[in-house]
C-alpha cells in the first residue's frame, strides 16, 4: 500500500531533508525507522527537500510497504524509533499513484524574525534576530509587489539547476506580534533559497537599504546581486502542503 504521513521535525541537527553520504538527514533517520518496524528496504518520498537547519510543521511524505501494522497504529510504531527532533503526526493510505512531490498544488512557509534589543535565548534555534527597528508597513507594500507569476531568478541561490524559474506566489504576507515578526509565504513551488532570499530582501526594505518600489525592477532583473542576503535556515519552517 501507498502511506502518506504528516511530519513535524526540528531541522536544527540535520543536512536537511534528503539523503547524503556524510551527514544525517532526515529522510535517512525516518527511513531507517520504518526499515526497523516494517522488516522492508523503504524509500521515503518528501513533498520538498528543506535545507539544512530548516524546520517543518507541517512535512508530508509517502512510502510504499507490505507491512501489516494498522494505519492508524502506523505513527505510534514509527516514532516509537524516531528521535525526539522528528515525529510522525498523522498516516493514511492514499492512491497507488499518489506522490507527495508531484502532486502537491502549493506549500506555505514562515519566515520568523525577532525584532527586539536583546536576543532570545529559546527563540535562538527558531527565528533570526535583527536588533534594529523594522519599517512593517514598507515591508508590506513591498510584499504585495512581490504576489503573482513572476519569473523569481533575482531570488534564487545558484547550485540547483531548475528548466523555469517562473512561480506563482500565491499570498506574502508580514505580520507582526510584538518583537515577532512574521513572513508568511504561499507559492506553487519555490526555488533554491527563494523564501530566505525573500525574507533578506523584504529586511532591507524594512531597515531602509531598499525602497519597497524597487521590487518590480528587482524580479525583471532576473538578477541575484540584485535582490536582499540570504537569510540563515533557523527562521524557516515549512508550515503545510497543500494538495
Known amino acids: 500500500m501507498n502511506v502518506k504521513i504528516l511530519l513535524e521535525y526540528d531541522g536544527t541537527a ?6 547524503q553520504k556524510n551527514a544525517l538527514s532526515i529522510q535517512e533517520v525516518l527511513e531507517t525507522a520504518i526499515s526497523t518496524i516494517t522488516g522492508e528496504k523503504v524509500n521515503v518520498i518528501g513533498s520538498g527537500r528543506t535545507d539544512a537547519g530548516v524546520h517543518a510543521l507541517g512535512q ?7 507491512t501489516r501494522i494498522p494505519i492508524d497504529k502506523l505513527p505510534y510504531a514509527i516514532n516509537s524509533k524516531l528521535p525526539e527532533d522528528i515525529v510522525v503526526k498523522h498516516a493514511e493510505q492514499v492512491a497507488e499513484d499518489f506522490h507527495a512531490r508531484f502532486c502537491a498544488k502549493s506549500k506555505i512557509y514562515t519566515y520568523t524574525i525577532y525584532n527586539s534589543k536583546f536576543p532570545s535565548p529559546l527563540l535562538r534555534k527558531y527565528s533570526y534576530f535583527y536588533s534594529k527597528p523594522l519599517d512593517i508597513n514598507a515591508m508590506k507594500r513591498a510584499a504585495e509587489k512581490l504576489v503573482g507569476i513572476h519569473d523569481f531568478k533575482a531570488f534564487m541561490a545558484s547550485g540547483r539547476p531548475v528548466k523555469s524559474t517562473v512561480r506563482h506566489l500565491q499570498r506574502l504576507e508580514v505580520v ?3 518583537d515577532i515578526v512574521k513572513l508568511e509565504i504561499q507559492a506553487n513551488g519555490f526555488l533554491y533559497n527563494m523564501a530566505r532570499i525573500i525574507a533578506g530582501t523584504l529586511l532591507d526594505v524594512g531597515i531602509g537599504k531598499k525602497d519597497a518600489d524597487e521590487m518590480t525592477s528587482i524580479i525583471k532583473s532576473k538578477d541575484r546581486n540584485c535582490a536582499g542576503k540570504t537569510l540563515p535556515p533557523e527562521g524557516l519552517c515549512l508550515v503545510k502542503v497543500i494538495y
Request: with cysteine; glycine share 12%; charged share 10%.
Open 176 to 178: 507582526q506580534n510584538g
Open 14 to 19: 540535520y543536512c536537511g531533508w534528503q539523503r
Open 60 to 66: 508530508v511524505a509517502n512510502f510504499k510497504t507490505n
